[in-house]
């Protein structure tokens, strides 16, 4: 891309200026000048509707932006095209690279997109006079204290990434002919477990600094190494199914958008969310197939483990576990029965891909912690999260609202 350096720094900047890190709703402010706004191709107020579909997904981003920062963090490219360098932790990087050798790389664009989504959505709420959405008084999580952390975010994240209850059913839905929409159930490809498993180091004591790099060499057989390819592994399918919530939460949301302008917005960066999911659903792969599966977590062995699913029988048990099949599968989509499968992102409905099933979906995931407990999120932080999400699901196209 010509000028892509200028222009990502460009992107850093205003993202700084912005303060994005910053619960509450804030009022609408005159963020842009006059001559910016007289350069915008809308005018007006939003629609209450509208307005509530774009903090839905403002505070979405900001929530996305918390986590893949702290992944960016120890698990970014050392040495960015933009933004300040990673300090990594130097065995989770090994593990990722395990992965695929351009991890690190993707994890720090993943990051700078989410910025930039959360930055923008605030943005054009303000400009429109409409509330904005800050979640700066619920950074108050713990996180890692690994090296290679920020240390000056220990005890401010929003998220926990710590002890996770990663779902990897969009894994067998993607390559299933059936839709969750039309009443399809989903589990997890067999064998594969990842229940209260960090996605990152939660300290030196899950990456010894004087751990031999070897060892993560497959086929791994080290305690030590087992122990962060199972995080890094958690890690893989962790970023998938992130992503694929945002694939299915954007046309969901947009469904409902009254303005042209809104509808653009909500489908353009949803477009996107496809776009990361794609490339996760891709790598996380790697952690189920040879040379590094199968493997489990020594320190959690009944609760992180990675089969190989392309070792799966009977054979035709690998239509829906086979690693490399990450093109959604032609399937039933509309009724009335009749029409043929077509490859379609899946829900879209917003009982299972909506606001509320987002949040409940993160609460599940263990995203926030145990609630109301001292390495959780508050009641406030999910009461807030749960209003937002049900005036997002409640907004209807043309009405007014």
Not at 45 to 53: N, V
Not at 154 to 162: A, V
Not at 358 to 373: E, W, Y
């Amino acid at each position: 891309m010509a000028d892509g350096h200028s222009r990502a720094l460009r992107r850093r900047s205003f993202l700084k200026g912005l303060g994005i890190v910053g619960a509450t709703l804030l009022p609408g402010s005159a963020l842009l000048t006059a001559n910016a706004r007289g350069q915008t191709s809308s005018s007006g107020t939003l629609t209450p509707g509208d307005a509530a579909l774009l903090r839905f997904a403002a505070w979405a981003e900001i929530v996305e932006s918390d986590l893949w920062t702290q992944y960016n963090e120890l698990g970014g490219a050392t040495k960015p095209n933009d933004g300040p360098a990673n300090t990594g932790n130097p065995l989770y990087k090994l593990a990722l690279v395990n992965l695929d050798s351009d991890m690190p790389q993707y994890i720090t664009d993943n990051n700078d997109d989410e910025l930039s989504h959360a930055a923008f959505l605030n943005a054009y709420l303000q400009a429109h006079g409409a509330q904005s959405v800050n979640l700066d008084r619920f950074r108050t999580l713990k996180g890692s204290t690994a090296t290679g952390v920020d240390t000056s975010k220990i005890g401010k994240r929003l998220t926990n990434l710590l002890s996770l209850n990663v779902d990897a059913s969009w894994y067998t839905r993607y390559r299933s002919e059936e839709n969750p929409d039309l009443g399809a159930v989903f589990q997890n490809p067999p064998g594969l477990i990842m229940m209260n498993e960090p996605a990152i180091p939660q300290t030196d004591a899950d990456a010894p600094l004087n751990t031999p790099t070897s060892t993560l060499t497959p086929p791994i057989t080290s305690p030590a190494a087992q122990r962060i390819q199972a995080i890094a592994n958690t890690a893989g399918f962790h970023f998938a199914f992130i992503e694929q919530g945002g694939t299915s939460l954007y046309p969901t949301l947009a469904l409902k958008a009254t303005s042209d302008e809104v509808l653009r917005i909500l489908l353009s960066i949803g477009g996107v969310e496809i776009d990361h999911f794609s490339l996760w659903h891709d790598k996380a792969g790697n952690a189920v197939s040879q040379p590094l599966a199968p493997l489990s977590d020594p320190q959690n062995p009944n609760g992180a483990r990675f089969p190989d699913l392309n070792a799966v029988t009977p054979a035709s048990a690998l239509e829906l576990t086979q690693t490399n099949k990450i093109l959604p599968e032609p399937c039933d989509f509309l009724r009335p029965e009749g029409l043929p499968p077509c490859s379609v992102i899946r829900p879209t409905s917003t009982h299972l891909g909506g606001a509320v099933a987002t949040v409940n979906a993160f609460v599940a995931d263990g995203l926030f912690g145990q609630i109301g407990k001292p390495n959780g999120q508050t009641e406030e932080f999910i009461d807030l999260a749960m209003r937002l999400a049900t005036a997002a699901d409640n907004a209807v196209r043309g009405s007014g609202y």
